[in-house]
């Protein structure tokens, strides 16, 4: 069936440096990705979205990319800071319902 | 704060029993979508309703069902449970549910503790 693919599973970045995560996915319908950021024992919460006529999006220190062809999709944050560390997990919709798989999640920590 | 409410918080129960939870939907979305989170895991899409029909079923085993009532709040029932099914259950809306790709907007969850 449909999945979405995310690397690192864990990433620890020094406080002012870059931090990338990737997700891949295999339904070439997908139109719709977004990042959702969960610190421990909250809910989830979009932190930035992008459709599939776009090949970039940025907000602040957030920006999202898509390469439709290649179907890979990523975030990169930069000048991280220690507030950032949390779980990080790419989306993407699938088929016409609005139905979403979600990447299996990106423990980013931040060190100050 | 999303407006999607779940209830309850936490819910502890042993094995073997049935648990109902609840969701409400943010104020004029017609989809809720629900998740399973267990510990250290993904989000687990187990279904979805649009104005109180089925739209999209996802890994959700057959002790579990759901339905979207006229109100369109939502509850999932868990029964016959199993220590292997606490998790955090999320509950998501989104204004419709169809097509385009919508936001989901998810709420504070409900832990589930099986003993």
């Known amino acids: 069936g449909e999945n979405v693919e995310q690397h690192p599973s864990t990433l620890s970045v020094q406080e002012g440096d870059s931090a990338v995560i990737k997700c891949t996915y295999s339904d070439s319908a997908s139109n719709y990705f977004p990042w959702y950021k969960q610190e421990l024992g909250k809910r989830p919460q979009l932190i930035i979205d992008?459709?599939?006529?776009?090949g970039e999006k940025k907000d602040q220190r957030i920006a999202v990319t898509l390469n439709k062809t290649a179907k890979h999709f990523s975030l990169h944050i930069t000048e991280t800071q220690p507030e950032d560390s949390a779980v990080y997990f790419c989306?993407?919709?699938?088929?016409?319902?609005?139905?979403?798989?979600f990447g299996a999640g990106t423990r980013l920590t931040v060190k100050p | 704060d999303s407006g999607v409410t779940q209830t309850p918080k936490h819910l502890i129960t042993a094995t073997g029993q049935r648990v109902t939870l609840r969701c409400s939907p943010r104020s004029g979305d017609l989809s809720v979508y629900w998740y399973q989170q267990s510990l250290d895991q993904g989000l687990q899409f187990l279904i979805q309703?649009?104005?109180?029909?089925?739209?999209a079923k996802g890994n959700i085993l057959e002790r579990f069902s759901a339905q979207q009532f006229p109100d369109l709040h939502s509850e999932l029932n868990l029964s016959s449970l199993e220590l292997g099914d606490s998790a955090l259950y999320f509950c998501a809306s989104s204004v419709a549910g169809g097509g385009t790709g919508e936001t989901q907007y998810f709420g504070p969850g409900t832990r589930l503790l099986v003993l």
């Open positions: 992008i459709r599939s006529n776009v």
């Open positions: 309703y649009y104005n109180g029909e089925e739209r």
């Open positions: 989306a993407a919709s699938i088929g016409g319902n609005n139905d979403m798989r």
